[in-house]
């Protein structure tokens, strides 16, 4: 079975917006590069830099509760850590996350957003290697677990409820095509080539409200969880994998079992 990589994502700032690249080096037990390593947790998370743990995505500030988080367009860059914050198209915040004061005004950016009092500021989360990975809570190797959505699988759901459906709902970091819909959900515990990388499918990937939010609109408008139980007697789209030989993806590459 082979297909063809379309694009490649990451998401630098949990629960913000992807940042598409053309290419990736994969590495043994490193997760995607630059995905998810920072957050703004809740006041109550119980999130320690110090010892950071494990969080639930509810702990954090995400598309689960804040659909209007994707009414914003956001861009960190992951070597200067300056970020861009801007809503249709207008900048409305601009600042650095090397630097405290504008970490700090981040912090009352959202705090503003959403009507959050002194006490209920966010945290900014931040722990060096440490991935917000909705997975992290399962172990350190599904933390650094590398995720996948099969666009025909996309497609067929779309036929079934006969709406359009962004792919970009699912926030993964590889989109690919070629393979039958929903082929991917029976191989787990399967070996694929990738690019040059190697990679293995270690769980399926059980789809939550965030993906009920449109990523242009920001509206909740389609509920995906409900609709996947209706018409396939599950909730999952798309799957996790390992890395278990380093190399490199590009847009075009070939996947395959």
């Known amino acids: 079975m082979q297909g063809n990589i379309e694009s490649l994502f990451y998401y630098p700032i949990k ?5 598409g690249i053309p290419g990736v080096d994969l590495q043994v037990a490193e997760g995607f590069p630059n995905d998810r390593v920072f957050g703004f947790a809740r006041y109550d998370s119980g999130f320690d830099p110090v010892n950071p743990q494990p969080l ?16 914003l367009q956001t861009y960190l860059d992951p070597s200067t850590r300056q970020l861009t914050m801007k809503i249709q198209g207008h900048t409305a915040f601009e600042g650095n996350l ?15 957003m959403f009507d959050l009092g002194v006490q209920q500021r966010p945290i900014f ?3 060096g290697v440490h991935r917000f990975t909705d997975v992290s809570v399962v172990s350190k190797e599904l933390m650094n677990a590398v995720s996948l959505i099969n666009l025909a699988s996309v497609r067929d759901l779309e036929a079934k409820v006969g709406r359009a459906v962004d792919p970009l709902r699912f926030r993964a970091n590889i989109y690919f095509d070629g393979w039958p819909p929903f ?5 787990v515990g399967t070996e694929f080539s990738i690019g040059t990388a190697r990679l293995r499918i270690v769980r399926k990937t059980r789809r939550c409200a965030a993906t009920e939010v449109n990523p242009v609109s920001a509206l909740r408008d389609l509920p995906v969880p409900r609709l996947l139980m209706q018409h396939y007697s599950h909730a999952d789209l798309g799957v996790y994998a390992e890395v278990l030989e380093a190399g490199s993806v590009r847009s075009g590459d070939v996947i395959k079992v």
Not at 58 to 64: M, P, T
């Open 125 to 127: 989360a931040y722990a």
């Open 15 to 19: 629960g913000l917006s992807p940042q």
């Open 98 to 112: 090397h630097q405290s004061a504008d970490v700090s005004a981040a912090v009352d950016f959202f705090a503003t």
């Open 183 to 187: 082929s991917e959900l029976d191989l």
């Open 56 to 71: 639930p995505k509810d702990r954090f500030l995400v598309l689960v509760k804040e659909d209007r988080l994707a009414g």
